[in-house]
């Protein structure tokens, strides 16, 4: 009876962590095989077009016909290449500027025609779990929102293996600083992040910015398609070499933080925007659906928002679109119509 009590309360213990709670100890993917966590949180596996000829059609506006020819897991940055070329056509970029003294320092602004001191800023980081993607097939919502006078800042970190994840929430950070500190009458910072770059804005809400002598006028967030746990993800093939220890992987989790140690939002107005697309994996939709509830609980002003038929790429490429409901909706937060 003794050593069954014993087994009974080492096994719940086991469950419990530092967070104070214990859904951890139902997480699902505790119950997963490697396979299935690769499956999970491989995005390309998931798609429901990518790579089919309907896919082309679909984005024969972006796309260019060789597109066929591009093995799946190339095509989300090969499609970049051609959208970011086209946001550069119009001559009303500053590409390269540095924000830090590393070569991989670099943001790229898109300003509208109407220029302003009182522009609003969306600041976005990209995605490719932290290994791949650059600013340079990135720039997808820059034209329908210069077009309204949002000015657009997309920017490079230095993915590994030449960063680690604490220099890339680092430069994160100090690409904010230089937006607040270059655009001081700026009429809100909202930052945008897609997949990875989606943990990496989320990682702002931590920030602390007092060390950088300035505190950037942080309106909204926009997180697509992210992941805000890296446990699961360090049991993944593809990303198990940028978390080694477990201390890493919570350190880097907005999920974990925001649990562990509640931070109280330094603007109660600021809005927090998670969203995931339909066929998303599982997983990802479990993790976007846990963020959001943690941020509501800590009191922030946080909205959910499955896209409808949207895969993990398209969620981004059809920011493209003016008429696309996620276009919508970060229209009207930054112009505070809803
Ligand atoms: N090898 C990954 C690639 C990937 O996850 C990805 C690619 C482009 C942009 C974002 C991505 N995912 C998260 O950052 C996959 O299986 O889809």
Known sequence: MCVWWYMCVWWYKAGMDVSGGNHRHEAPWKRMSKEELD??????????RLGAEEAMRTYSQIGNEAGLEVPPAHLPHFIGEEVTKRARA???SLLNVPYGDGDGEKLDIYLPEAVSEAMPF????????????????SAFMVNPLTAQGVAVVIVAYDIAPKGTLDQMVDQVTQSIVFVQKQYPGNQGIYLCGHSAGAHLAAMMLLADWTKHG???NLKGFFLLSGVYDLEPIMHTSENAPLLPALEDAQRNSPLWQLETAPTQPADPACRILVTVGQHDSPEFHRQSREFYQTLCQGGWKASFEEL??????EILWNLTQEDYVLTQIILKTIFQES
Request: a neutral charge; charged letters at 15%.
């Open 39 to 48: 499956n999970q949180y491989s995005p390309s596996r998931w798609v429901v």
């Open 90 to 92: 119009t001559g009303r």
């Open 122 to 137: 969306l600041v976005f980081f990209h995605g490719g779990y932290w290994q791949s993607g650059s600013k340079d097939t």
């Open 214 to 216: 300035v505190t950037p």
């Open 308 to 313: 409808h038929d949207m895969d993990h790429f």
